[in-house]
């Protein structure tokens, strides 16, 4: 006797296949938004950065032209530096940003001969 083997039609599993797709659209969509985000942090912080950066070389700059004995009120790189002294040989300097920030550097200056006092 002969037997007959039955076979089951399989179905495509289309349901489970889009499911997955959309998950994985959802998934690159959130890691996408993620990387946008840290990428405009980046610039943004990376602006900062720069402006802060080229503020301390403004002030440098100042600090050695009124220990030299030139004025430090001026503007130097596009920063506008004023200078307050204070007792005992300190001096205070302020940049101003171009963002309305300001930068502050206290330090004792020991003037030179004929220097700003």
Do not use: C, Y
């Amino acid at each position: 006797m002969m037997r007959t083997i039955r076979t089951r039609r399989r179905r495509p599993p289309g349901g489970l296949v889009i499911l997955d797709a959309v998950i994985g659209l959802v998934l690159l969509g959130a890691v996408l938004t993620a990387l946008i985000t840290a990428l405009t942090q980046h610039r943004k912080l990376a602006r900062v950065l720069a402006d802060q950066r080229a503020a301390v070389r403004a002030l440098e700059t100042a600090a050695i032209n009124l220990w030299a004995g030139d004025a430090a009120d001026a503007s130097i790189e596009g920063f506008e530096v004023a200078t307050v002294e204070h007792a005992r040989g300190w001096v205070e300097l302020v940049v101003e940003h171009d963002r309305g920030r300001q930068s502050l550097f206290v330090r004792p200056m020991p003037l030179a001969e004929g220097g700003a006092r």
